[in-house]
């Protein structure tokens, strides 16, 4: 089973940066490749931010330049480095994998104020 979990969200101004980490219980990075979504309130889950096993990187239009996404193997950990962040990133932020099935974070809260 694949345990995925999430921190470092939190109430930020517009402009602010965040750092968010998805830490893995066991290492699975360099063998899947692992994604933010993330889900605003009456919205569904978008793919904001994705790393390939190889260690290509993917961003969403709507973060592209703000947002960067990178992983650390050894410390089995996930990081999204979050800058000048908009009203408009206000969501809760989830940790996602694949491995023949969907995995989950329980998701971390990113509120910016205008």
């Known amino acids: 089973q694949v345990q995925l979990v999430e921190s470092g969200g939190g109430l930020v101004q517009a402009g602010g940066s965040l750092i968010l980490s998805c830490a893995a219980v066991?290492?699975?990075?360099?063998?899947?490749?692992i994604d933010w979504y993330r889900q605003a309130p009456g919205n569904q889950r978008e793919l904001a931010a994705s790393?390939?096993?190889?260690?290509?990187?993917n961003c969403a239009d709507s973060v592209q330049g703000r947002f960067t996404i990178s992983s650390d193997n050894a410390k089995k950990t996930l990081t999204l480095q979050m800058n000048t962040l908009k009203p408009e990133d206000t969501a809760v932020y989830y940790c996602?994998?694949?491995?023949?099935?969907?995995?989950w974070g329980q998701g971390t809260q990113v509120t910016v104020s205008s």
């Open positions: 066991r290492s699975i990075f360099m063998a899947y490749d």
């Open positions: 996602h994998t694949w491995i023949g099935a969907d995995y």
């Open positions: 790393i390939t096993t190889g260690g290509t990187t």
